[in-house]
Structure formats: structure tokens, C-alpha cells
């Protein structure tokens, strides 16, 4: 071998590639020649028809060789040379395909060009006989609109027919005859068309034979199975009968109708050959047959014997040599019609039943009977009787002498009926891990009861007798046996333990099937069938594709179809074959058969098949890697010169070729065969071949396992309890699964070498990760069974079965010693697996070899192999865990330890040698310490105590202390210290529990990908960690489960905190309690819904502000102080549907309303201000009602009582003594709206008539009528008086501002320190902006802009100046922006507060003095708190000096000198609450303070409007005179829209026009101040419109100015102007009256009074 020829070149051994040798067909003894004339091209791709080749280069070049009769030229010259096909150049072509005389190729974009003889249309080209060029196919999908072309993958060429496999899985066909399984009758089809029939279903790959058609599809999934009909829809043959013979009961569901669909002509109509058959009189019964049927079947060679299994019968045998497949179409032919009848309702209420079971298995035949266990679910409860019943009919019916017959058939009935009726109690079992495999239910069925009816039994096919073993016969009774006689053994055999189940099919993951071939597949075959090429077990063509039903589950992964006989190639490298076998090119014995067979090939298993016209290839592996070719077919011996020909009677290896180098592909034709042959340059091909051929060695090793041992380990009766049946079941599963992706790879290796072969596509690198997966999830499952004894358990059940097959578990186990234990082989068996990881690494660092260091591939191979090698050294670390973890459990047995023993824990060390003892234990006491990979026990007498891992924390005590050797354990709920007798015990401990809390940690996946490296374990674990933790007795948290953060045995940080009674708490927690933000909720169990808070935390406590909603539907919003609502809060109780739906804001403490409060009672329509003690009302208060009543005065336990001023709406006024509420009773004074007053005692309740012994007074006649109106002596009277008995403004919210002064950080106002203060601010800020940050929704932009400026603080060095002051307000303006700043905080609640004050039913006029008092009180409070913050702030009132730059002359606005008078100070340079702060705050409490102002002059803005309205008919002129302005002021042109016009008589709204606009904008502001700049500069307006009049300096009087300003005023409309007038003059800067914008306030306010007393005339 020239593998020690080592080149340094990798391209050199390119070259070495793909070299072609060809030989003549027909002969065992051959010399294969090389190709010429490719000049070191790499061949990729080859492909025969009878007299011709094609080959494919790696360049995608096409050649051809041999006859090639379509070309011009060309035509009876034969090529030996390959000639280059120019057409396709530039095409790069990725795969060729030849048929009998015409060829095919596809390119990289998928399209398809055909070329050769096209008598039938093969080349897709009408009415040509031959296609001399390669001609482009074009293939469109008609379903598609527009037309879409559709990409091909694969193609396949037969005599007359060619299929394509397209990108999206789906056949199309061109060409004549049947193969093409279109629904057509017109041929040639040379338009291509798609095989309906397959649409929707995942192909494989196609192949053609002469005249057949192969597919290989990908089984659907399970879940897309449909229900099993009663009868074939095309022939009403039953699907399910029974027959008498051989006591068998069989489920013909394999069956496959021969027409495929109905064909034309005079095709025989019967549907089923049906010999005769013996009855139990001995009656021969002949079906629903023909007798052309039996004559075709005579000439067919057929040998039925009267009394075989019928045609319908396949030969079934368990051997892994051959296999055939039942498919019985027999009916149970009787002359009693009620045995028939109760047979066949049974059957179908059996198959109605399976409907709704989904049970599956994989086919694979056990040899015992008794291994069926293992797939059959416990009886029904019902069948026994009716089974008994059914024997005793047959008895009566049939005679005595059936019964005995019947015997061993009614427990096959039994078992069938066992299999249908899982009883409802009992779900069908589960297939473990995975989705069960797809192979249909009726399949599983099937094979269940074939397996137990036919193993080892005389069965026929069509055209062979085979004897079979008899192993588990049918153990009839000898004797004629009645009843009597069937029972003991039907009871035994019903009493059976029901049976466990567990799936062994591929548990296939979606992943894996993705990723490498599926091994879920079936065949269809379609076409001509004369000589059994399709496989259904008959000589029928075939219209359609069909299922072969007896490959099912049997992992087909490659087709081959020859001239008339077709190959199936399976994962388990075994072949089947069918079909013609003249020349002996099955494989096996002279006789052609219908359905699948195995061929019987040396070697160690076939990983490639080629099916020529009348022989057959099979590529098998050799002893040492290099693979032989076995040939099958004709041999031409020439002895004597005489040519004789005869058949090899089973495949023949060509030892010629195993000279030629390794062969990676073989293609058989007619005249020729052809194999592609690699080199094997520095070794690199002989190890891919090892690779793949040991993973098939493997693979067949596994599933050996998997059936032979795994299955019937299943089906034993008791393995002990649920739990290790359990385990056990999910290690089959899990060895399933690794079973089923080694067989995927296995295949996919084959095909690899097929091709490229580039190392990096090799898919134990690319998807390294599935294989590492798989190990690892059935290591786990393997080590936990073997953790938990199952082993040990299972050797005695097992016992009989291991012992009858000793040999083969050695086998299988590789263990060759002596007397072994059973266990140990057992052992050995299922850690066999593991061995192949060394293999993977061995393989992929040889192939490193063959690279260049530097090279990316040499890298990878490399890392790869390190990573399959270092989970090798890891899952064997885990082994060795998981034996001394069992030796542990074996070596002290025990209540206590059993308690302990789980699947996933594994020990790690204990201390039984005395090595660790409790500090100041009791003498006598006996402390054992347990360290497991998950908890650390504390065992004494006879209590243990399990502290799980992830919450405990160890630390080495130091030495100082006397602590000598001590280990300090915490756990949340206790600490202990533990002495060590020895330095070294004591580290020994130390590390072993820090590994172990690490681990615990880390959780599972301990491995790291790449070599484990990178796993260097921690030196010790983290203090703070997550974890979960049940309390089982701190009194406060018994039973919670804590799921969390944790610091040193304490809760800290976030988690989630569940008691056992429902109770949770979800949010921060410190040293253990809950500290911090959180949510916690309460069951309510009465009213069936939880209370639910969310706010802030201290201690454990709720403290702080924070959302209580009760399950009674109040909510309360506000402030909690040791879980009581204490401080300022709002408490909303009851919706507006509810029965009393109210509203209260205001200060609590404990738990009560006390101090003052807003209560808005809704359904009563009042609302309460004032103070409360203890949730009562007491003290001064004011209630207003929405009937317009106002009460001010003191109440007492929620009533009226004492002294009080009472008004109604209409202004009669009562003051005086309440006893009770609205209830007049004592001392009083009645005054009418129109001035008349009572004095005297009343008594009675308002409304309802009032009893008065008094005085009756009538003021109005002794003074002068005329000086006032009636209405102003009540309402002046109410001004003056209210208030008086009401709340102070300043004892209001203090709450509100006391929760500010905490916030930053002060007692009582005032009182702190104000850089404590200043951190606090900043403490908030960022606090609050950290708990935003998880929800960036909830911050705009520019609010998180405005948190940034906020970062800033005003600095203040030197005097103070206006810049400063400026710079504060600025600040403010901010700061009050955000809720997350305290004074933020705080203008935000008293806005709330304000509102719900003076909103809905507080809109009482009575209630403005009220509110403006209310403002100007927050304003000096708030004040206090800015000069407590900027304390060189000047005190109110007070002059900021400025600096001489900033005098700028001005020039006042009425006299001509400059104004540098110190008596009226500029405006904003004097310090007052109002300036700084009104500017905040108004613009928030502007709505309800307005509309309180608007109530309250009604009646003078009427009166005031009325007037406006009808002056502002009059034209300009007209009306400028009517106000008496000078004329010399009246304006001769105005600007309108852009242009001068002249102002006529008929001109309205356009003289003063811009002074108008201005002094409407009054509306639009908030802030008195603001307000006032708007008036001066209306008046400056004026000035320059005048000015423009005059051309001249002018100064003003107020005489020619006044008239002017009422012109302005009236032409301006305002609505509101009285509202307007008095809240600036209720509101203005008191310093600002004497100055110029108070003179100008002035003017607006005497135009105001001016226009109400207007004489219209």
C-alpha cells in the first residue's frame, strides 16, 4: 500500500482523485483499466446506459464515452477516449445521469439538459427521434402564477422515461410508459410533468430501472396519520381478517392493492390470489378469484401448496439475514357465518379502537414470543370475557374439534385484542424521548402481530418455500381440547402484569433529521412488474407510486434500479433485494422474488450498491478499511474454448479491484462497469474510510443491542418500582436516539465519500455539537440507572434472559473474559458506547495530520479531535462519579440513606471516618456529615438534615479564635462549626464543599465545548448568588419558598418570596428581609381575590410611598409606616356604580384619617374639608354640597354640632348653633339675601322647615335706598365673614410638606442640615432613575434630559446677584418638572390635592377665598423650603442689589424723565415668594382656581358682556366718539392684511388693531405677572399707533388716555375679564401696586367697572 508516501503537497493528492477504471460486464475474473485521455482531471460523477458513459469533472465539465449513436458523426464509431460535451461548457453541471441510450445533466441553477435517443420522449423534446446536443428542459409549476421554473436537484434516467427531483422534494416525469406514474394515458410526455401522487411528501432520492421506477420518501411525521379504512378503496378486499390456519389471527394491513390504481384493458378485475384453502372439514373454498389469476400464477413458476399461508403470506424470519414480510389477503372462509361474523365484529371493534390509540414500535423482530411484552399494553378489562365467550361460540359452532385449533389462535386473538383495547385507565404508553417514529400505525400493528403469529412458522411467497427455525413454536395442544383446556393457559397469559411500554423507534430529534440524512424513510416503487422489480409482492404493473409496505422501518438510505431488478440499500449496510434474477443478481439463491430479501454479500457490511442491466455491484468494507466490490450476475468461464455460461450463486469479491486503490463510487451499465478510485496520499483517504466504515460497524453493533438486548430487557415482568423502570426507559430512549444519529451519520459518512471529501464538511465537524449533546444527555441517563442499582436490579428478572444469551452479550459487550458476572456485562454493554469518542479524536487528529500546520483545517480537525477526546475524559470522570457513588449506597444501606438516594445525586465525600466533628457537640452525640453534589447532609441518630448547596456558604474559621481546623457553615436557617481532627482533613473539606457549592451553581453543564480548558473551578464561590430555598422554621417565612438573590445565607437583592397560605412577595429584599421597591399580595379566601400592594419596603415592613388595593375594591395611594398607612394618602373606596363610591386625600396616622383631610362623599353629593381625629370628623370644617350649600364651622364625631355659618345658594345666611347636620338648634342670626335679618332661637333642619322664636330686622329702610344695591349687602357680608371658622391655609397638607422635609432628610421644617439635604435630592434622583432604566418607556426624552440638568446645583460664592436668582429659578423650574425630585415630588401632590380640593362638587363659588388663601399659604411654605436649600437666598420682600451696569436709563412711560427713583423699585428685582415660585405652580392650579373666579362674577361679567357685545356693533368711528377719544388720537390710515387703507365710517375692527390682539393674549397666561406685562404692552401698542398718527413726541394723560384704553378693551372681547381682574388683583406682587404696571392694572380695572355702568345711550 503506498499509505507511508507521505507528500507535503495536499493539492498533489487532489490529483490522485477520481481516477476512472473500467471493465467489460459478465465476468468474475476482470482487469479494470484506467480511462485515458483525462489528462489528471478529477472525475466526480459517473454514469452507464447500456453501450455508453458520462462522466463528471470537479470543474463541472461533462464527458462521454463508448456508442454514442445520437451524435453527427459519430454514429457507429465507439469513443474510448472521452469526448468533451462543448455545448455544456460554461455551465457548471453539478451531477449526470445516463439511461439505456440517452443522458441528462443538471447545473448549479437547477436546470436540467437532456440529450441521446428520445424515441419516447425521454428527452423531454416532441416529435425528434434523437437529440444530438444537449437541449435545456424547461420545467415550469403549473399551480404557480406566475409560472415559476423549478429548480432540479437529481435526476434519473431509465429506457424510455426520465424523473427529476426537485429543490422543493417533488418528482417530475418525462418520457412513455407506466414508470412515469402520471395520471395519463397519451405518451410520449415530453412537456414535464409532476407526480401528483408523492406531491406533499419529502423524496429522497429517485432511480430508474428499465422499466420501473424507485423513490425513496421520508416518512411523515406521526401526528399526520390518517385513519385506517375498514376495506381498500380500490379493491374491497378487507383490511383486516382472521384465519384458522396455522392458529394464527392476522391483520392483512400490508396490504397492497395490485392496481395502484384501476388499469384499462383486460387487466384481471380479482383483487386477491387466493390458493386453496384447507377448512377444518377439509372443504377446499376457493375466494373471489379467477382462474386467469391461477393460470398466470402457474406460469409464473408459482409452487403454492395447498395448506401455506396463501400468497398473501411473505416469508418472516428474524435472522438478520433475510427478512420477508406478511400480507396476508385471506378471509376466514366458514360454513357457520356467525363464527365469521362475531370474528369480524371483533375485528372491527378492535380496529375502531386502535384508531384512537397511537402506539408505536419499532418493527423489528424480536426472537422470542415473549419479548412482544415489551410492545403490548396490559389487558382490557373487558376482552376476557368476551374472548371466553367467542372460544365457546366457536366451539358450539365449528364442532369440538376446532376449539383445540382455536386454542393457540385465540391467544393470538387475545394478544391482538390485548394490543387494540388499552383500557381507558391505562393512557397508551409514551414513547420515552423524542417523537415516536413516524411508521404508521397500521404498520406497528401489523408488525406486532406478525411478529408473534409468524415467527419461525412453514411460510411461502409467491415463489419460494422456505423453511424458517422454529424457534418459539406454536405449542399447539396435542389433544382435541375443549374449553376446559384453553382456559388455564388463556388466564395465565390474561393475569400477566400489564406490560410497561416504551418506544424504541429512532426517537428521532427534528435537529439531527435536519441536519444529516433521515432513516426514516420508505420505498415506492411504480411501473412495470413482470418480473417483481416493484417489490409488492406480485407481477402487476403499477400506474401510480405505491409503498413497499415490507421496507418499512427498515432505513433504507439508497436505491439502486437495474434492468429489472431493483436494490435497497439500509443503514445497517445490509441489502435488500427483488426482482428479476435471471443471472443471479439478487444476490442470493436462483429464484426471482416479489418482495425485498436480503442478499447475502461478505465482506462487513455494503455501504454502496449499483444495479446494471442484469447484474448487480456492491461496495462492502474489508478487514482492513479498504473496501472490496462483490460482483453478482452472469459468469462467463472459457474452459476448453467453450463458453459457458452460469450464475454466481451468491456475490463474488473482484480482487483485481482492490488493487486499484481505495474506490469511492461504483456505476454499473449494460456492456460496462465502472469504478471511481481515489488514492491514498499521506493516508488521508484510508482513514475516512476507517472512519466511516467503523461508524457503520458501530451503528450495526448498536442496533444489535438495541433489539437483541435493550427491547427484551423492556419487556420483562417486574424490574422493581416505577422509578428504575423509569430510569431505565429513558436510557433506552436516550440510546435510542444516540443509536439513531449514529446510523444518520453513518449513512452520511457513505455519501461523503462519495463526493468531495473535504474534511471540513465532514459532519462530526460541522455539527459537533449534536454528537456531543447525544453522549452527554445518555451518559447522564446511563449513570443515573447505574446510580440508583438498576444494574443490580435488573439482573435478577433478567437472569434467564442473560443466561440463554451469554454468548451474544459478550459478543456484543466486547468482553471476553471468563466467568464474568452477569452485571458486569450488562455494564460493559451500555458504557460501549463511550469507547467511540477515543475513536472520533483518534481519527480527526490522523487527518490533521495530512495538513499543513497553518492551515484553518489542520486547526480545526485538531480542536475538534481535542474536544471529543476531553468529553471522553469527562464522561468517564462522571462513570467513576456515579460507581463510587453506588458503592456508597451499597455500603450503607438503610431507611435513612434510601431517603437520600436520588438518580442525579452523586457522593463526594462523607465523613464515617471520624474525620469532621460538630463544635460543642454533646459527648455521647454522633455526628455524621454527607457532602453529595447538591446538598450536604447532617446525619445523627436517627434524624438527617439536608442543606441544599446553592444556599450555603463555608469559610475556613481563623486560627486566632482557638477555632483550630474550623469550617464555618451558613445556611439561611442555621450556622455550625465544624472541627477537623487534621490540617489537611480540614482542607480536603474545604475545597471538596467549595467545588461542590460552585458546581451546584454553575448547574449542569459543567463541559465546555472546546476541550476543558477553560473550566478551571473558581478557588471559592460567590457570596451573592440566585438561588431557590424552602424556610422550614423561621417563624415569619415557615414553608415560604425564597427564589432569589442571596448574600452570606440572607436574602439580598431581588426575588420572590410564596408562603404556603398564598401570601407573595415579589421585589428587593436586605439581610434577609424585605427592603427596598416590591410587590406583595395577600388571598383574600372570603371574597376570592387578593390584596395587592406595590411600594416601598424598610425592615420587612411597608414603609414608605406605595399603592395598597384591597380585595374589597378600595385602593389607597399614599404613605405606609410599619405596614400602616401613616402620613399623606388618597383612599379610593368603591367605583361610581358601587353602593358608596368616595374619595379621601389627606394625612393619616396609624392606620386612621386624623389631621386635615378632603372627603368626597360622590353618591351624596358632599364634600367634606376639614379636620379628623381617629376617622371621624372633629374640629373646624367646611362642607359645600352640589345643591349649593355652604357649611363652615365645627363638627364633632362626623356632625354639625357647635358653632357655624350656614349659606344657600340664593345668599340667605344663618349663623349661629348646629346640633346635628344641616339641623339649626340654639342661638342664631337669619340674614336675606336682600339685607332683612332674624335674631332669635331655631330649631330644625334646613329644608324642612325651621322653628324661630326671634327678632325680625329690615336695615334697608333706615339708610339711603339708593347707595347700594340689594345683592351687594349680602355678598360683601359673606366675604368678610368666611373663612373665619375654617381651616387656617397653613395647618393644610403639612403632611405633604412634612413627607418633603423627610425626603430631604429634616426632622421638622427647617431643621437639618442642608448638605445632608442636597445628598438626599441626589440620592432620589438616581435611585429613581436606576428603577426607570429596566423601563425606558416610562422616560420620555426630555424628562431624562431634564434629570441630567438636574445633576447640577446652582452654585453661590460672593454676593448675590440677579444672575443667582435667575439661576434658582431656572433650577426650580426643573427640578418641579420631575416627580422624581422631591420638590417635584412635592408640587405634584399638592396639585393633586388642590385639584380634588376645589374639583367636581369643591366648585363652589364660596370656596375662592378659600383658594387663593390656600395658594398664597403653599407659597410661603414652599419658599421656607428653597431658602432652606439656597440659603443665601434674601428673605421675602427683600432687594437683591444690583450691579451699576445693569441701570440702564429707562424712560418712564407717563413722565418724560428719566426714572432712577429708589421709591419704586424695577420690577423682579425685589425677592418674594410670588415671582419666584408663582411661575411653578399657577400654571398647575390655574384650571380650578379659574373656574372658581369665573362662579364667583357671574353676575358682573353678564352684566359686563352684554355690554360688550352691544358696543361692538358700532362701526370704529362711531364708536371711538362715543367714548369721547380726542380726535386728534383716531387713526387716518390702517394697515389691513399687508396694505394702508384709509379708515371711512363704515370701517369696524381695525383702528388700535395690534393693541387688541395684545391684550387678548391676557387669556393665554397664568402668572398675575405675566398677566401685567401683557397690559403694559397693550399700553405701548397704543403709544406706537398714536405715535404714528401724530409724528410727534407726545406725553400721555390719563384723560386722553383712558378713553382710548376703553376703545382697546371693548374692541378686545375678553370673556372673562372680571375673573381676569380680580386674580391678578388677588394674586399680584404687593410690591408691584405703587409701581407703573399697577397704575396700568388700575386703568384695566376702572375700564372693567366702567363698561358694567355704561349708559347705553
Known sequence: MDSQERSSEEAEGAKERGLVYVWKAGSCSVTPERLPGLSGKTVLQAALGIHHGLLLTEGGEVYSFGRLPWRSGLEDFCATIPILENSLLGHHVITVAAGSFHNGAVTESGVVYMWGNNSAGQCAVANQPCVPEPQPVSISDSETSPLLSVRILQLACGEEHTLALSLSREIWAWGSGCQLGLITTTFPVTKPQKVEHLAGRVVLQIACGASHSLALVQCLPVQEMKPIPERCNHCSQLLITMMDKEDHVIISDSHCCP????????????????????????????GNRREDCQKRLEEEHALVPSGSDGAGVLSSSDGQEDSGISSPGNILYSEKKEVQESLVGLSDQALTESQEKNICTEPEQPSQEEQLGACIPGPPGTSTSALNSLVASCASAVGVRVAATYEAGALSLKKVMNFYGTPASEPASQPGGGSPGPEALKDTREEQVRQESMQGKKSSSLVDIREEESEGGSRRLSLPGLLSQV?????RKVGRAKMRTVALTPTYSGEADALLPSLRTEVWSWGKGKEGQLGHGDVLPRLQPLCVKSLDGKEVIHLSAGGHHSLALTAKSQVYSWGSNVSGQLGHLNSPTTVPRLAKVCGDGVWSTAAGLDYSLFLADEQDFQPGLYYSGQETTSENNLNENSCTKSPVLLLSCSKIGYISSVIAGGDNCLVLVDKNVMGYIASLHELASTERRFYFKLSEIKSQVLRPLLGLDNLGNANTIQLLQEMASRFSKLCYLIGQHGSSLSSFLHGVKEARSLAILKHSSLFLDSYTEYCTSVTNFLVMGGFMLLAKPAIDFLSKNQELLQKLSDKNEENLQLMEVLNALFFMPFGRLHNYARTLLKLATCFEVASPEYQKLQDSSSCYESLAVHLSRKRKEAEYTLGFWKTFPGKMTDSLRKPERRLICESSNRGLSLQHAGRFSVNWFILFNDALVHAQFSTHHIFPLSTLWVEALSEEAGNVNGLKITTPEEQFVLISSTPQEKTKWLRAISQAVDQALRGTSDFILYGAGGNVPRQEPPISRSARYTFYKDPRFKDAVYDGRWLSGKPHGRGILKWADGRMYSGTFRAGLEDGYGEYRVPNKALNKDDHYVGYWKEGKMCGHGVYSYATGEVYEGCFQDNMRHGHGLLRSGKLTSSSPSMFIGQWTMDKKSGYGVFDDITRGEKYMGMWQDDVCQGNGVVVTQFGLYYEGAFSTNKMMGTGILLSEDDTVYEGEFSDNWTLSGKGTLTLPNG?????????????????????????????????????????????????????????????????????????????????????IAVALTTNRRQHKDSPELLSRSHTQTLESLEFIPQHIGAFTLEKYENIKKYLIKACDTPLHPLGKLVEALVAVYRMTYVGVGANRRLLQEAVREIKSYLKRIFQLVRFLFPDLPEEGSTIPFLAAETKGRRSFCSGKSDSRSESPEPGYVVTSFGLLLPVLLPRLYPPLFMLYALDNEREEDVYWECVLRLNKQTDLALLSFLGVQAKFWPGTVSML??????????????????????QQISTTFTPSDKLKVIQQTFEEISQSVLETLQEDFLWSMDDLFPVFLYVVLRARIRNLGSEVHLIEDLMDPYLQHGEQGIMFTTLKACYYQIQHEKLT
Open 259 to 286: 392496481l395502484g390504481v384501476a388499469l384499462s384493458g383486460n387487466q384481471p378485475e380479482s383483487q386477491t390470489f387466493c390458493p386453496p384453502l384447507e377448512t377444518p372439514e377439509g372443504k377446499s373454498v376457493a
Open 487 to 491: 382456559s388455564p393457559r388463556l388466564l
Open 1236 to 1320: 332683612d335679618y332674624i335674631e332669635g332661637i331655631f330649631s330644625g333642619e334646613w329644608g324642612s322647615g325651621i322653628k324661630i322664636t326671634g327678632t325680625y330686622f329690615k336695615p334697608i329702610l333706615y339708610e339711603n335706598e339708593k347707595d347700594k344695591p340689594k345683592a351687594l349687602v349680602a355678598a360683601h357680608f359673606v366675604r368678610r365673614k368666611l373663612g373665619i371658622l375654617a381651616v387656617p391655609p397653613d395647618e393644610k397638607w403639612k403632611a405633604v410638606f412634612e413627607e418633603c422635609w423627610n425626603q430631604l432628610g429634616c426632622e421638622s421644617p427647617g431643621q437639618g442640615d442642608r448638605w445632608k439635604a442636597w445628598d438626599s
Open 1538 to 1559: 399687508g396694505e394702508s387703507r384709509k379708515v371711512s365710517s363704515s370701517t369696524k375692527d381695525a383702528c388700535f388693531a395690534s393693541a387688541v390682539e395684545c391684550l
